[in-house]
């Protein structure tokens, strides 16, 4: 159940990633962590920590309280 909520709100997140050429991987949920992995453009983007903050972890915990933390892979 919470890897499917999760998966809902990175479908959400991936529209924008994917207007700039990258997409987003749900790895594992961990102790109320989220692991991902940032692909395509996003991957190799000097952004890229401002994105997970900012767009990711801020929308996944907003939607999911539960979550404590999203790490990138």
Do not use: F, H
């Not at 909520?5 to 997409?23: A, H, N, T, Y």
């Not at 994105?51 to 990711?56: A, E, F, G, Q, S």
């Amino acid at each position: 159940m919470l890897r499917e909520d999760i998966e809902k709100v990175l479908d959400r997140v991936r529209i924008s990633l994917k207007s700039e050429g990258g997409d987003i991987e749900l790895l594992d949920v961990r102790d109320g962590v989220v692991y991902v992995k940032l692909t395509g453009a996003c991957g190799t983007c000097p952004m890229s920590k401002l994105t997970m903050k900012n767009l990711v972890e801020s929308s996944i915990k907003k939607e999911i309280p539960d979550i404590k933390a999203v790490q990138a892979v």
